[in-house]
């Protein structure tokens, strides 16, 4: 399961990963053409982050 986050909901992000998954998450940067068009998962802020299991 993938999610994208703002700065604000990265920690929020991570905990909801381990969480469904029981999994440690990976996060990544979102590149600076997806950054554009991405919004986060958790509100309607521009996405920095992508967090997914491994």
Known sequence: M???SCETHI???LD??????GEYPV??????DKKLSTTCSYC????????SSK
């Not at 309607?44 to 967090?51: C, H």
């Open 27 to 32: 996060m990544e940067f979102l590149s600076e």
């Open 16 to 21: 909801m990963q381990v969480a469904e998954t």
């Open 2 to 4: 993938t999610k994208y």
């Open 11 to 13: 920690d929020h992000a």
């Open 44 to 51: 309607e802020q521009q996405a920095t982050y992508i967090v």
